[in-house]
Structure formats: structure tokens, C-alpha cells
């Protein structure tokens, strides 16, 4: 077998390689400034852990983008965090952070890892699997042990094997709807888990902004978390099944940012991309009608926040473009 990190890079790798960039700079801003506001000991030592592989992916990476002569892109630096500012999380969300960032990093390294041809290239995003399946464990360990794991609901099931032998099963009839399957609680909970996470950043970054209409973006997106949350626990509620919920706010009373608002923006969307993900893959397993349409109408509204989003970094310059195909025609 010849040598195959010669052959050139394709689309799919190139824009993996440049997302991964983008995001482990981030990371690493987010990581020093929590480690500096950081009390348990175990907590610490993961954050650790966790900021020192992010900054070797950023050295692979830089290493990578040189030898296939790309353009590095610009990411995020220590201008974009003031390790000094005052606490703005507990220690408790920054478990449930990495927690989420596991999740949201399996899925996605996982999704570019089918779209690579190239040996070398798989290898980096197989063994970015492998850490976020161990950062995952490591966090849910000290979770347990700490008492302040979230877990989803526990129901009891049906024993016997059964069939579906009407199309009410799929579709309500005269407002009647069944019970929920397993799949369908266990997508319901995971998206209140994520908007949990999602409403403390988004109260944070909102009473910290500096700008008025960033931060009214913040809160915009505080109030749509919360109402999903609301709506959603109110379901299971409704089907007399346990809710998630924290004692912890997660959220301090500073109102000094510890973070540029290019950063806290692009963070942002990060967050909100991934519920997108989330939305569909519980579509993809949901058999009940009412399900669907909430999550067909939370993806409307999530893009359209989305794009509110993306117009506020384009005025302010902060949100930089992925690498494009050249067009021939304008080489002329």
C-alpha cells in the first residue's frame, strides 16, 4: 500500500479539519478561564486533562493545515479571555459542560469521520472519538460520586413482545394519544438536559455582554431554552413520568465577562447547531404525531435564531468563513 497522506485532501476532510481548529481554540479559552475559577479538586483535574488534549489537537492540527499548505485559520486566542474576571459558573456546570461537549463531540466527530478517505486523517478523528467516549465516562463518574448525576426518567416497561397493529399508534385520533415509547422519553429527556446547559450559558453570556443588542440575543435565547424545558417537562408530567431537574442554578451573580463577545456568540452557535442535530435524530425515532410536530416547529425556531444570530456576527466582523470552493469563472 502506498503512501496515502500524499494524496490531497477532499472537501469533507479539509472542512473537518477547519471546524476542529475553530472549536478546540475555543475550548482552550473556555478551559483556562474555568480552571482559574475552580474549587473541587476532581473537577480540576479533568478540566486539566480535558484543556491539555485540546492543546495538542491545536498543535496537530496547526501541523496538518502547514504540510497541506491551507490557509490556519484565525480561531480564538488568549484576547478572547480574562482568566482573571470573577466566577460566573459553579463547579457543578462545569461537569455538566464537558458532559455536554462529550455528547456533542462523539456525534460529531463521528458524523465527519464517514466522510474521510485519507489513513492519517481517520486516525485523528478516531482517536477524538475515543477521548470524548472517555471524557464522557470520567465526568458521568464524578457526577455520580458527587450525587448530582441527571438521570433519565425510570418507567416500567411492558414485558410481553407486541406488534403495532393500528395507524392511531403513529397518528392521535380524536385527541387520544398512547404511551411513550422508551426512545421517544429518552430523546424527550435528553433535549431538557441540553437546554438545562443551554439556559445557564445563555444567562450568563446575557448578563455580561456589554453590548445591549447581543445581549438581548442572549436572553432571547435564555427564553426559547425555558420554554422548551417547560413545555417538555410538562409532557412527561402530563404521561406521570419523572422529570429532570437540578438544585444548581449553575450561573453566578458577576457581571464581569470573562469572554470576548465574538467569542460567547460563536459559542453560541456551536450550541444552537448542535440542537438542530439533536431535533432530528429525535424526529428520526419518534412515532408519535404531536412529538413530531414539536420538534418541527422547535427546528423552525431555532433556525430562525440561528440566522438572527449569524447577522449580528456578520455587522460586528466575528464570524469567520469555512474554506469555499474557488469559482473558475472570477480566476479570469
Known amino acids: 500500500m502506498g503512501d496515502t497522506t500524499k494524496i490531497p485532501l477532499i472537501s469533507s476532510e479539509i472542512a473537518g479539519l477547519w ?4 472549536s478546540d481554540t475555543m475550548i482552550v479559552c473556555v478551559l483556562k478561564y474555568y480552571l482559574n475559577n475552580v474549587d473541587d479538586s476532581e473537577t480540576r483535574a479533568i478540566l486539566q486533562q480535558t484543556l491539555d488534549l485540546s492543546s495538542n489537537h491545536i498543535q496537530e492540527l496547526t501541523n496538518i493545515f502547514n504540510q497541506e499548505k491551507l490557509t490556519i485559520p484565525e480561531g480564538f486566542n488568549d484576547n478572547d479571555v480574562n482568566v482573571n474576571a470573577p466566577r460566573l459558573f459553579t463547579d457543578h456546570f462545569y461537569l455538566a459542560y464537558l458532559c455536554s461537549m462529550s ?9 465527519i469521520l464517514n466522510q474521510i478517505a485519507r489513513t ?3 486516525a485523528y478523528f478516531s482517536n477524538r472519538i475515543t477521548e470524548n467516549i472517555n471524557l464522557y465516562n470520567n465526568t458521568s463518574n464524578i457526577k455520580l460520586s458527587e450525587g448530582i448525576f441527571i438521570r433519565a426518567p425510570r418507567v416500567e416497561v411492558t414485558q410481553e413482545i ?4 393500528s395507524q392511531s399508534f403513529i397518528t392521535d385520533w380524536f385527541g387520544e394519544k398512547r404511551s411513550l415509547l422508551a426512545i421517544e422519553i429518552t430523546h424527550i429527556f435528553s433535549i431538557i438536559y441540553a437546554n438545562l446547559v443551554g439556559r445557564a450559558m445563555t444567562t450568563a453570556f446575557g448578563q455580561v455582554s456589554k453590548n445591549e443588542k447581543v445581549s438581548d440575543y442572549f436572553f432571547e435565547g435564555k427564553d426559547i431554552a425555558t420554554s422548551y424545558i417547560y413545555e417538555l417537562n410538562g409532557l412527561l408530567t402530563e404521561e406521570c413520568i419523572p422529570i429532570p431537574s437540578t438544585s444548581d442554578s449553575f450561573v453566578t451573580s458577576s457581571v464581569v465577562s470573562p469572554f470576548s463577545e465574538k467569542l460567547m456568540m460563536n459559542h453560541l452557535a456551536m450550541l444552537t447547531s448542535s440542537a438542530i442535530s439533536s431535533f432530528g435524530m429525535s424526529m428520526a425515532d419518534t412515532m408519535r404525531s404531536d412529538l413530531q410536530a414539536k420538534y418541527i416547529k422547535y ?3 431555532v433556525m ?3 440566522k438572527k444570530g449569524a447577522n449580528i456576527m456578520i455587522d460586528n466582523k466575528w464570524l469567520q468563513q469555512s474554506p469555499q470552493a474557488v469559482k473558475h469563472e ?3
Request: without cysteine; negative net charge.
Open 103 to 111: 455528547t456533542a463531540g462523539m456525534h460529531n466527530y463521528t458524523l
Open 299 to 301: 427546528t423552525a425556531e
Open 19 to 22: 471546524n476542529s481548529y475553530m
Open 120 to 122: 492519517d486523517i481517520r
Open 162 to 165: 407486541q406488534y403495532i397493529e
Open 330 to 332: 472570477n480566476l479570469v
Open 304 to 306: 430562525k435564531y440561528i
